[in-house]
């Protein structure tokens, strides 16, 4: 154990907006006296660009590429090397003004609410109902809402909550969409009782959803898909988009 | 006419005597017993028992004056208590002995019940404790682990116990380190997963076990992550019912780890509370808690959201409920009913009743006073009840080969539990809300059956009558009814129906229960309603219960299967009934006892009675009924031993007889209580102590036909009491332990003595002179082998003080006995170096003084011993002078040859200690004994060993008894002992 080079942000959640300093401390640990000739604080935002596989001489930047770290360095004499240490840290957007309006949805899922069924007649008979609390949602509470199985003929064999997350990017010579299953949760397992309202209950990760984006040429959606997965192998799907903001 | 023959020897030796030459050389000093004991004895103070008396109770106050700080100081002061008691040993027992009254003033009582009035102001501050009138899951436990068990082959998914630990590369960057733990999850849950088939029950547990050991063994290492994994993949077992009559047992198994997980992280985050000064009180608020550790809570929980899978997502959260507390205040509260309507998405009912008992467990942990969630997942129960009869339920079971009876009473331990919860402290009302919400729904037994078993036994109790129209209106098919019968059976046992209902209860339950077939199912209700038949009814209807049990698990052997049941039924009717006459007049009560056809087990149950009998028979007894009986189930206990009995199971069953054997009693019938004793002798042979017992009561009943006789006993009383002492005379030589043969042999020739039975006190003596030799070197006490000396040299120093007023017989010699015993100690193998020898014959010299004497220091009454019998007659005197100079030589020899360097010491020691017993017994105006006294004295000072103190405080004796009537020779002895200083 030589000289150990730490940062600790004041903040335990590392989370920080527009405008707020962000402060802390660099701790250096050693047991002896440490000679340096400099030790120097830099703060870096980078957004990783790739080419795109789609469409050539495209560049493109998703979420998961934007990356905001601190990173200290203590340069020393020739003999000892130089210690390095990086934090990462997070920067939300700035809440949105105004308030957020509740958009409750009710839906009903029969075999003839289904699009993209090949044979309608050999589906089995169900009647699923149910209602989401709202699709505009605040990126700090969970997606809430309800979901009752009225009747099917072939058992139940999972429901999940699928949440999607879809990005646009590009300009007038064309658009990039990536969409991509950030979180998958169960909400009924097995051949649910029938007439009995399942909750549907989802918390939005940290990590992987941000505040709903559009921009010209840049745009950031999420959609929760209700799967029904029935014990025939019938896979039934329902598509909502949201719409996520911070407040 | 023995005794007038042995005065007319006595006669006849003194006549030549008398005008022989007179004996110059007398050993012994002759002594006054009466003016000695006069002289010595203590002065006897008359004692105010009102004051203070070691024995007597203490009572002890604890000191208030003290700091509070030293709990521990405790001060006993003696109360004068103000009867007068005649013994105060006797008060000791009558319950305030002070070891108890020490106990109850000690320190953890005190502290517990201040702890219980704060644990009860807490209560009613929050109501945050479930009190110890709650059951607690852990008793539940192992009831159910041993109750669903199966033989069939389980499997367990494989990955799971091969868990390689990634290790997590050191420095990447927040998010991508949560994201490889987050694929690494995945990986876990998608993952290919092998099953481990095959494996027994107990490699089943054993494998859970190995989890939970991994999963402390990650936690300690910091691998939390795996940590969690281990937890999620357990929990996910729990969506597996393969194998369903063994899914309570696993839903016990994996719970614990996952208590054990949820205290893990609670612990761990509390620990990151710590400030530097202390940890956080047991109340504490969210807001005193810091941000780091409620960061590190709040990433628990969202890890714990991103779960995949519904069921290990609801059971991981619903183990770290209570770090909730961390985070707000009205956590718990609101997280509790999200979880309990989560459940309702578990399509299979019996994962989700066991879901359900899991929330309560924990939320009656965490936070009782939310009764809401319990009622609240009952009701959600009662809603998906149908399900049970659906197609999906039904196809698995049929599927899995499982009956419908069989299925439903695997949901048991899941409602009872939740009903338990929901009961605890519930008003009435509620209770009966329950009641009807039940009967509303279709077959109802199950939940019958479960609201018996979780409401209180009172509640129960009080509707017994309603509850058998409930259980008699129930679907034959479906939930077994003996069950329903054996569940109201329990309330009974423990509280009372009203009275005006008990016999027709009894009749309506035995109406029920004596038609089951199956004798499994009949001795298990049998079993519970025996007790309540005992508690309320006569023997007459306790009789008609064993009789039908006995009808019942006679055929094919049943109760073969069943002997943990009827045994529970002996000791059922056995607490209850504890007049003996009164139970063994319930006919059918020996033979029930026939039906432990298995040796162990009957004696076992004749174990339990016995100590019934000896706990609770008061007085003693000649009731031929009890007599008869128990002597049957004595005999039982005692055949049962054999070669390989363990000697504490003898001692026990011997413990037993004995205890029975000292409750007879034919009162003045003493013809009849010996005939008694000679029937156990024959009976009870193989067990020892029982003999010893047998002998000892024999010897007691003698003395106590001397007593009734004041000592004069009539023609048929000396045959009686001769006859007492013929049975312990044959019974002796059958013990195996020498010690308790010789010792018998003294003890009865003790009190043949007593009884003027004087050949027969010769024959027990000459019995033991005889053994003596015998005696072995090591003797086997309590498993061990030890030097047997010191017991033979208590034994013979025992044994000589009783030969002292054993008269001479006419057709033998002089101190006929003791030479005998004196020839039998010189050719006894002694061990090499020990000196017990002639200690012993030191000791002689102390019998053989008493036995110079005009008259001996005690007596038997109504037996001449040799002092009247010799009337001192010289030639007798001359006898003794010849043994007592034939002992000293021996001494002397032995003296001598302790001459060596190494045995100079014991030469010291036993110099001294025959100088004593001249000094104390031997006439020291005799010459010889004079100079030898002298001799002993310097032997034992020569080499230095003696104790110069001693020696001095010896000194000082023989200089103060120099002055003292005719003790002046003792001044001139004190001026020829030198004391040597050493140097």
């Known amino acids: 154990m030589g000289t150990a080079l730490d940062i600790k942000i004041k903040r335990a959640n590392k989370v920080y907006h527009c405008g707020e300093i962000l402060s802390g401390v660099v701790i250096i640990t050693s047991k002896d006296t440490v000679q340096h000739q400099g030790i120097s604080l830099t703060m870096e935002g980078l957004v990783n660009l790739q080419l795109s596989a789609k469409s050539v001489g495209v560049f493109e930047a998703f979420y998961n590429s934007v990356k905001y770290t601190l990173r200290c360095d203590m340069r020393r004499s020739l003999l000892a090397k130089d210690l390095t240490k990086t934090c990462e840290f997070i920067v939300h957007s700035l809440s949105q003004k105004g308030k957020l309006m509740p958009s409750p949805v009710d839906f009903t899922i029969t075999p003839e609410t289904l699009q993209n069924v090949k044979e309608r007649a050999s589906l089995p008979k169900f009647l699923i109902r149910g209602h989401l609390s709202s699709t505009n949602c605040i990126i700090t509470q969970p997606l809430t809402g309800e979901l009752v199985v009225e009747n099917a003929e072939a058992a139940v064999k999972s429901i999940e909550l699928q949440l999607v997350r879809v990005e646009t990017c590009g300009c007038a010579e064309g658009y990039a969409r990536d969409a991509t299953e950030i979180q998958n949760i169960q909400i009924a397992d097995g051949d649910v009782c029938r007439g009995l309202p399942v909750p549907i209950y989802m918390v939005f990760p940290r990590l992987f959803t941000c505040p709903t984006l559009e921009t010209t040429n840049f745009k950031v959606e999420f959609e929760v898909n209700i799967v029904v997965l029935l014990h025939d192998d019938h896979l039934i799907t329902e598509n909502f988009p949201l719409k996520l903001c911070r407040m | ?983």
Not at chain 2, 213 to 219: E, G, I, N, T
Not at chain 2, 628 to 638: D, G, P, V
């Open chain 2, 1 to 983: 006419g023995s005794r007038r023959a042995l005065r007319g020897r006595g006669r006849a030796l003194g006549s030549p005597l008398a005008s022989g030459p007179p004996v110059t050389c007398r050993h012994a000093r002759s002594r006054n017993y009466v003016s000695e004991s006069e002289v010595y004895k203590l002065e006897s103070v008359p004692l105010d028992f009102g004051d203070y008396h070691p024995l007597k109770p203490i009572t002890v106050t604890e000191s208030k004056t003290k700091k509070m700080s030293r709990k521990g100081s405790t001060s006993s002061t003696s109360s004068s208590s103000s009867s007068s008691m005649m013994d105060p040993l006797s008060s000791v027992l009558d319950g305030t002995d002070p070891l108890s009254l020490f106990a109850a003033a000690a320190d953890p009582v005190t502290t517990t019940s201040t702890m219980d009035s704060t644990r009860k102001k807490r209560d009613k501050d929050d109501s945050s404790a479930v009190g110890s009138d709650f059951e607690p899951w852990s008793s539940k436990r192992s009831e159910i682990l041993a109750r669903y068990t199966t033989t069939e082959k389980l499997s367990i998914n494989s990955n799971i116990l091969s868990f390689a630990g990634k290790a997590a590369t050191p420095g990447s960057a927040v998010s991508e380190k949560v994201r490889t733990r987050l694929e690494e999850l995945d990986d876990l849950e998608e993952g290919s997963q092998k099953e481990l088939l095959n494996l027994t029950q107990q490699d089943y547990m054993n494998r859970i076990e190995e989890l939970n050991q991994s999963l402390k063994d990650a936690w300690s290492s910091d691998q939390k992550v795996k940590a969690l994994k281990i937890v999620i993949q357990c929990s996910k077992l729990l969506s597996d019912t393969t194998v369903i009559q063994f899914y309570p047992s696993k839903f016990v198994l994996i719970t614990d780890i996952l208590d054990t997980f949820g205290k893990l992280v609670y612990e761990r985050i509390l620990s990151m509370c710590m400030d530097n000064r202390a940890s956080l009180p047991d109340n504490f608020s969210p807001e005193s808690v810091n941000d780091t550790a409620k960061e590190t809570c709040l990433n628990w929980f969202f890890k714990i959201a991103s779960i995949r899978e519904l069921i290990p997502r609801l059971y991981v959260e619903a183990a770290i409920l209570k770090c909730n507390k961390f985070l707000s205040k009205m956590g718990i509260s609101e997280c509790l009913p999200r979880l309990t309507s989560m459940i309702r998405g578990i399509g299979d009912p019996l994962v989700a009743v066991y879901a359900r008992a899991y929330l309560c467990r924990v939320g009656m942990e965490v936070a009782p006073q939310l009764k809401e969630s319990l009622n609240k997942n009952f009701f959600d129960f009662l809603l998906t009840f149908k399900q049970i009869h659906g197609d999906t339920v039904q196809n698995q079971l049929v599927a899995q080969c499982v009956e419908i009876p069989l299925y439903l009473t695997l949901y048991s331990p899941a409602i009872d539990w939740i009903l338990q919860c929901i009961a605890y402290r519930a008003p009435e009302v509620l209770l009966t809300e329950m009641m009807e919400r039940c009967k509303k729904l279709g077959n109802n037994a199950l939940l019958l059956n479960s609201v018996m078993s979780a409401f209180r036994a009172e509640f129960i109790a009080a509707r017994s009558m309603d509850f058998i129209g409930m259980i008699k209106e129930c679907d034959e098919s479906g939930f077994p009814k003996h069950l329903l019968f054996r569940s109201l059976g329990l309330n009974l046992a423990l509280a009372d129906p009203p009275e005006n209902d008990r016999l027709q209860i009894l009749n309506e339950a035995w109406k029920v229960i004596t038609k089951l077939k199956n004798p499994q199912d009949y001795i298990n209700c049998a079993e519970v309603w025996v007790e309540y038949t005992c508690r309320h009814f006569t023997k007459r209807e306790v009789n008609t219960v064993l009789a039908d049990v006995i009808k019942h698990m006679t055929p094919d052997r049943a109760f073969e299967d069943a002997y943990p049941q009827l045994q529970s039924i002996i000791q059922k009717v056995i607490t209850y009934i504890h007049d003996f006459s009164l139970l063994f007049s319930v006919e059918k009560f020996l033979p029930f006892l026939d039906m432990f056809q298995k040796e162990c087990v009957r004696v076992e149950v004749c174990k339990c009675i016995m100590e019934a009998f000896i706990k609770h028979q008061q007085e003693s007894t000649k009731d031929p009924v009890i007599l008869n009986a128990l002597l049957h189930i004595c005999k039982t206990m005692h055949d049962s031993v054999n070669a390989l009995t363990l000697e504490d199971e003898k001692r026990m069953l011997a413990a037993l007889i004995n205890g029975f054997i000292k409750m007879v009693s034919f009162g003045r019938d003493f013809e009849q209580q010996l005939s008694f004793y000679v029937e156990a002798r024959s009976m009870f042979c193989n067990l020892e102590p029982v003999l010893v017992q047998l002998i000892h009561s024999v010897n007691q009943l003698a003395m106590e036909t001397r007593k009734v006789m004041k000592g004069n006993h009539s023609r048929k009383t000396a045959a009686f009491v001769r006859a007492c002492v013929a049975f312990c005379f044959i019974t002796i030589p059958s013990l195996s332990s020498i010690f308790a043969r010789l010792n018998l042999y003294l003890h009865s020739g003790q009190v043949a003595l007593a009884n003027q039975c004087l050949s027969q006190a010769d024959a027990f003596f000459k019995a033991a002179v005889s053994l003596v030799p015998e005696v072995p070197k090591m003797i086997n006490i309590d498993g061990k082998m030890r030097p047997s000396d010191s017991f033979l040299l208590e034994f013979l120093c025992n044994f000589f003080s009783t030969l002292l007023v054993v008269p001479d017989h006419p057709e033998q010699g002089v101190l006929f006995l003791v030479r005998g015993l004196l020839n039998v100690i010189q050719d006894y193998t002694w061990e090499d170096n020990s000196d017990d020898k002639i200690r012993i014959y030191t000791n002689v010299l102390h019998l053989l003084s008493a036995m110079t004497q005009e008259t001996y220091i005690y007596h038997v009454d109504k037996v001449d011993s040799n002092d009247t019998l010799y009337g001192g007659d010289s030639k007798f005197l001359a006898e003794i002078n010849k043994l007592c100079e034939t002992v000293i030589a021996q001494i002397l020899d032995h003296l001598k040859t302790l001459g060596k360097e190494e045995t100079l010491k014991r030469q010291s020691q036993l110099a001294l200690y025959f100088f004593n017993t001249i000094l104390a017994h031997g006439d020291l105006r005799n010459n010889k004994l004079n100079q030898l006294s002298v001799n002993l004295w310097n032997l034992a000072q020569k080499h230095g060993f003696a104790d110069t103190k001693t020696m001095v405080k010896t000194l000082e004796y023989i200089k103060r008894r120099s002055k003292q009537p005719e003790m002046s020779h003792f001044t001139d002895l004190a001026l020829r002992l030198p004391l040597q200083s050493r140097t």
